[in-house]
């Protein structure tokens, strides 16, 4: 079974460019999580779908960031302008969402540099 | 929110030691998972332990949901095991994991 895919793995842009990520979650995982995770700390939360419909969207900066899920499975993270302090790892998880079990699997994450 | 903390944040082991890793959590939660990044980055799925004991070969965890903590038991260690161990846990179903700081494990030849 194939895992949680991500891309592009790596991108390096200048401040004020757009940038977007793309996730493909583990078949028939309900559940897409957005996770931004900077140097030497652990991953955090930006966003959480149940199918289409984004259930936490609380710590995403919706000035600059927005996300799509569209048909329930494939999902884009988008910046616009990006800044300096955007550099950090973007990692996509998935989880089935059945009751009372929801461990959460990873894909490789993007790694963004804006220069 | 709900605060978790691991120690120690490093561990500097000889190949073949043996060693144990500590999750304390705030609050109440529904879930623990215990993941290894490694140097490339992936965060590798260890174990989902909201209660009880688990072994996986080299690997067994704890949690003792009760008094909130979590630990992880690294056993005969390789080289290979180098890299940051995450304890994450959710508070409730279907919500955001909160990850600890990590541990950074160095295992030398």
């Known amino acids: 079974e194939a895992g949680v895919v991500q891309s592009p793995r790596y991108k390096i842009i200048e401040k004020k460019q757009p940038v977007a990520f793309w996730c493909n979650p583990i078949?028939?995982?309900?559940?897409l999580y957005w996770y931004l995770q900077n140097l030497g700390q652990g991953p955090e939360l930006l966003i959480r779908y149940e199918n289409e419909e984004a259930v936490d969207d609380s710590q995403l900066p919706k000035d600059r960031f927005s996300a799509e899920r569209l048909k329930g499975v494939d999902s884009t993270l988008k910046i616009q302008p990006a800044e300096l302090g955007d550099s950090a790892v973007y990692l996509c998880a998935s989880s089935s969402g059945t009751s009372g079990y929801n461990e959460q699997f990873f894909g490789p994450g993007t790694r963004l540099t804006v220069l | 929110g709900i605060q978790v903390e691991q120690s120690p944040p490093d561990l500097i082991l000889q190949e073949g030691a043996n060693s144990t890793l500590r999750c304390n959590f705030s609050?109440?939660?529904?879930?623990l998972q215990w993941f290894h990044q490694n140097p490339w980055g992936q965060l590798i799925n260890l174990f989902y332990i909201p209660s009880g004991t688990k072994q996986n070969g080299r690997l067994s965890a704890t949690t003792v949901a009760t008094e909130r903590y979590s630990l992880l038991y690294i056993s005969s260690s390789q080289t290979t095991d180098s890299g940051v161990y995450f304890c994450a846990v959710e508070w409730a179903s279907g919500s955001r994991l909160t990850f600890g700081e990590g541990t950074q494990l160095t295992v030398n030849p």
């Open positions: 609050d109440s939660v529904n879930n």
């Open positions: 078949s028939g995982h309900n559940t």
